[in-house]
C-alpha cells in the first residue's frame, strides 16, 4: 500500500483498473463475522475485506453496524460491488463532524491533484 492512499467516494472505484489504494469513510450496515463488512457512503456501498488483519481494530465490538468509519485499504474488485483489503480501520463515530464533510473533502482532494485549486499559505 502507498504512503498516500486516495480519497474515494464509493461511486468513483467503480470499473477504475485495479488494484488502487484507498481511503474510504462509510457506515457500516453489515457485517459477516469479524473479516467482512459492508459499508455505505452517500454515493454507494463496498465489500470490506480482511478487516481481522487490519491495523487499528482493537475491539471487535466497533465492527458493528451503524459505526461510521475510516478504511484504508487496496481496492482488488471494482466491477459490481468494489471489494476492498482492509489494511487500516478507524472507527470515527465519536467525531460527528467528519461524516457530513466527507464528500466536500474528497472532491476539493481530486480538484487539488488535478491542479485546479492550489492552497494558499
Known amino acids: 500500500m502507498s504512503v498516500c492512499p486516495r480519497k474515494y467516494l ?6 477504475k483498473p485495479a488494484p488502487i489504494d484507498v481511503w474510504l469513510q462509510g457506515t457500516i450496515e453489515q457485517t459477516v463475522g469479524t473479516d ?8 454507494g456501498r463496498a465489500k470490506i475485506t480482511k478487516c481481522d ?14 459505526t461510521y468509519c475510516c478504511i484504508l485499504g487496496i481496492a482488488i474488485k471494482t466491477k459490481g460491488l468494489p471489494e476492498i483489503h482492509a489494511t487500516k480501520f478507524i472507527d470515527l463515530t ?8 466527507w464528500e466536500d473533502e ?9 491542479g485546479k485549486i492550489i492552497p494558499s499559505v
Open 10 to 15: 464509493i461511486k468513483d472505484l467503480i470499473n
Open 36 to 43: 467482512i463488512l459492508i459499508i455505505s457512503d452517500s454515493s
Open 53 to 66: 488483519t487490519a491495523d487499528g481494530i482493537i475491539d471487535k465490538n466497533s465492527l458493528k453496524k451503524g
Open 94 to 101: 465519536l467525531q460527528t463532524h467528519v461524516k457530513s464533510s
Open 106 to 114: 474528497v472532491k476539493e482532494c481530486n480538484l487539488f491533484l488535478q
